[in-house]
C-alpha cells in the first residue's frame, strides 16, 4: 500500500516508483499526500496507476480489499497520514 508525499517528489520519481512497484504482488495505492508548501497539483494517483498495470486505487472509507489478504504481510509507505488506511 503506496502513499506517495508531494506532488513535486512523484512527478520526479513517477516512473521510479512504477519501476519498483511493478515488482509487488499486489499493488494498492492512495492519494498523493500533500504538504504545508504544496497540498495541490496537476498529477494525480492516476498518473502513477496507469504505469502499474495490476495496481489498484483504494480510498481511506473502503478498505475492504486488503481484507482478500489473509495470513499475508501488507507493507504501508507513505510519509502522510497512511495509517488512517490500517483498518
Do not use: W
Not at 499486489?26 to 496507476?49: H, P
Amino acid at each position: 500500500v503506496f502513499q506517495p508525499h508531494t506532488f513535486t517528489r512523484t512527478q520526479s520519481f513517477l516512473n521510479e516508483f512504477a519501476e519498483s512497484l511493478k515488482k509487488a504482488d499486489y499493488v494498492y495505492l492512495c492519494d498523493i499526500f500533500g504538504s504545508a508548501r504544496e497540498n495541490a497539483g496537476k498529477l494525480t494517483i492516476g498518473d502513477l496507476q496507469e504505469k502499474i498495470p495490476q495496481a489498484k486505487l483504494i480510498d481511506e472509507n473502503d478498505t475492504s480489499i486488503l481484507k482478500e489478504h489473509e495470513n499475508a504481510v501488507l507493507i504501508f509507505m507513505g510519509a502522510g497520514d497512511i495509517q488512517k488506511y490500517l483498518r
